[in-house]
């Protein structure tokens, strides 16, 4: 249910969020009071918007947890990402191309509080841009480019080959400079990501860890054999 958003929150929410990146709390507080905002609650297994409904605005998660998916034709789900971080925007693509309908749908993964914009927010017409609105679309430009490479790197992921091929190369893109994994995803999201049963992920992680390759505690996964693992590349 849609209620009044309380300035001090939004802009604190805003803070940290992508969307007003370098902006101070007066520009933040100018983009509030010039733009078209909703806060909605959302229970745990509703849906922000189905596929083939019409984008009309861009969503910031206050708190909670929302998963983007897309069904197959067998009815198989495909995790294409999950919004966990207070701050995140998802659905912003849709409304800047100008695309007429969602091919992909949100689930509410746990109770959640969404921020929802306006497709006004990108009315670029003379005269009508706010200064703040101009920094929050050059934010929003930087955002698709990174999503373009996270895209791109699931894309690599995913064409791998097999199973063990594709988690091997997912877990060496998550290294850092140790050799200590922490996954930002569960188990079950993880195989939603690649596309397989968790059975089957959960098999394919057990198989590795029994070869002496892994050692995998909760969503800590410790690489023992780094050039073994590279071999499946």
């Known amino acids: ?4 958003c309380r300035m001090d929150r ?30 909605r609650f959302y229970k745990k297994g509703s849906i ?6 019409k984008p009309t605005k861009l969503y910031l998660l206050m708190e909670g947890k929302v998963s983007i998916c897309k069904d197959t034709m067998s009815g198989r789900k495909i995790l294409i990402t999950e919004i966990t971080r207070s701050g995140d925007i998802f659905g912003e693509v849709y409304l800047y191309m100008q695309v007429d309908k969602y091919n992909l749908y949100s689930v509410v993964q746990e109770n959640s509080q969404i921020l929802e914009f306006t497709s006004d ?31 791109n790197m699931k894309l690599q992921v995913l064409s791998s080959g097999n199973l063990r091929q594709c988690l091997v190369r997912f877990l060496l893109n998550q290294q850092k400079n140790s050799n200590i994994i922490q996954l930002f995803m569960t188990r079950e999201a993880l195989a939603d990501y690649l596309n397989v049963a968790r059975q089957s992920l959960s098999r394919e992680l057990s198989a590795l860890q029994e070869e002496g390759l892994i050692s995998v505690s909760g969503k800590k996964i410790t690489i023992l054999q780094q050039e073994q693992l590279e071999e499946y590349l």
């Open 48 to 53: 922000v918007f189905h596929e083939n409904d």
């Open 121 to 151: 927010l990108f009315d670029m017409k003379e005269g009508r841009l706010e200064p703040s609105h101009v920094i929050v679309f050059q934010n929003i430009l930087t955002l698709f480019a990174q999503k373009a490479y996270f895209m």
């Open 1 to 4: 249910m849609k209620e009044e």
């Open 10 to 39: 939004i802009v604190s929410t805003l803070k940290s969020s992508v969307l007003c990146k370098n902006m101070s709390d007066e520009q933040i507080e100018n983009f509030v009071k010039t733009s078209i905002i909703s806060k």
